[in-house]
């Protein structure tokens, strides 16, 4: 039995929560179990629920279509809610400061969903500082949903503004230079519009956006939400009155996230802060060797801390990539185990290559997401890679952290 089965908004309802992160990261969403005398939280795979009253159901289903609140009493249909993935909403609002959270099938069907979401009211126009994720890129530039992108840096996002802008969207620190942003300066350059902070590298054991203004809070949580590199997810915090809004764009669109995956995701948001904070001190040592290496010319590691490791060597890049051994060489981040990849070839192959140089996207950039192996075997295994590419003579000058 499951309660929130019953009264699916009924712990989004809760006070604000006076509970520290660590807390809430291994509690929420789960705060209802005890009293049903379980521990572990169950999976609701049902895509339809039984109802004898169909004219209940039809109250419910306009209050749906009214608002977009969860309709009170049992769930109707899988693509209008779902309890176990409700449980993932709830704790990851609670985590990141937001009166409610919803869910999607993957990072992008969460972006489309905002976009749709502002593009419905004909506030189609946004406003974008590079870099961004390669394909949150792509999706602007190419207008593929009918909004149209002006990219700006962030002093001139006031001035790029116009009547018909719905959105102001940016990351900090930014895949997959690490470039960060200082919210509250952006959020007062946007005025009216509602700023969407791309939350994904920092998560919110780093940094809380709302708290600095931003209105929506965009989250890969195929990335260290669900932390194992085994769900693709994609979630959007943000006030109850724009969460009513997305549900309604996922109900209508479909992009719902699998029961399955909610279940993982509440599993992998316990297990959070920790796994952020440990993978952070791995990356903090790992950046300061890389810096201090000869043969990288060049580290950005974000002032907020994390466990991402943006740098750049004076030879090959390839080289590095095809040399390491216990690092695993592919695209994704925010997994247990560490990850280097070559954004200039994967992860922004598809952004235009003018616009990935001016983005600070070189094409010697290689992007470390930092696991939680021992250091020192992560040092030995990239040391060895190293060796591949060597010092090219002349380069002998120490690498440098640089705060983008
Ligand atoms: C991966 C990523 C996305 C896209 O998420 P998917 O879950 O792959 O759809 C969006 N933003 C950032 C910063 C990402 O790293």
Redesign the pocket.
């Known amino acids: 039995m499951d309660s929130t089965r019953a009264l699916p908004g009924s712990t989004r309802a809760l006070p604000a929560s006076t509970r520290a992160l660590a807390t809430e990261a291994v509690h929420a969403g789960r705060d209802d179990l005890a009293r049903q005398g379980l521990h572990a939280a169950p999976i609701d795979l049902s895509t339809t629920y039984p109802s004898y009253d169909s004219r209940g159901e039809a109250a419910r289903i306009d209050a749906f279509a009214t608002t977009g609140a969860e309709p009170e009493g049992p769930p109707v249909y899988g693509r209008l809610g779902n309890p176990t993935v409700a449980r993932f909403e709830t704790a990851l609002a609670r985590l990141e400061g937001t009166e409610s959270a919803v869910a999607f099938?993957?990072?992008?069907?969460?972006?489309t969903a905002v976009l749709l979401v502002r593009a419905s009211t004909g506030l189609r126009h946004v406003v974008a500082v590079r870099p961004?994720?390669g394909?949150?890129d792509h999706l602007l530039t190419a207008g593929l949903l009918g909004s149209e992108v002006t990219w700006t840096d962030p002093a001139g996002i006031t001035d790029a503004l116009r009547p018909d802008t719905g959105l102001v969207m940016v990351?900090s620190p930014?895949?997959p230079t690490l470039a960060e942003l200082d919210l509250r300066a952006v959020v007062h350059a946007c005025g009216s519009v509602p700023l969407l902070a791309?939350n994904?590298?920092a998560t919110p054991v780093l940094q809380r956006p709302v708290e600095q203004g931003a209105r929506l809070v965009?989250?890969?949580?195929?990335?260290y939400l669900g932390g194992h590199g085994d769900v693709?997810?994609?979630v959007v915090a943000c006030d109850e009155e724009l969460a009513g809004q997305l549900r309604q764009v996922r109900f209508a669109t479909g992009g719902v996230l699998h029961p399955l995956a909610g279940y993982l995701l509440l599993r992998g948001l316990a297990t959070l802060p920790v796994r952020v904070r440990a993978a952070s001190a791995n990356a903090a040592e790992l950046a300061g060797r890389l810096a201090a290496d000869p043969r990288v010319t060049r580290v950005h590691y974000p002032r907020i801390g994390g466990a991402m490791i943006a740098f750049e060597v004076a030879g090959d890049p390839h080289e590095v990539i095809a040399g390491v051994r216990l690092v695993t060489p592919a695209v994704?981040?925010?997994s247990v185990d560490t990850l280097i990849q070559h954004p200039a070839s994967i992860?922004h192959r598809i952004v235009d290559a003018d616009d990935r140089r001016t983005a600070g996207v070189s094409d010697r950039l290689l992007r470390l997401s930092v696991g939680l192996e021992d250091v020192e075997d992560l040092w030995a295994d990239l040391d060895n890679a190293l060796g591949r590419v060597g010092v090219p003579p002349g380069a002998r000058e120490l690498g440098r952290v640089s705060a983008p």
Do not use: I, Q, R, W
């Open positions: 099938a993957s990072g992008m069907a969460a972006l961004l994720y394909c949150s990351e930014a895949n791309d994904t590298f965009l989250h890969s949580a195929t990335k693709m997810a994609g994704s981040l925010g992860s």
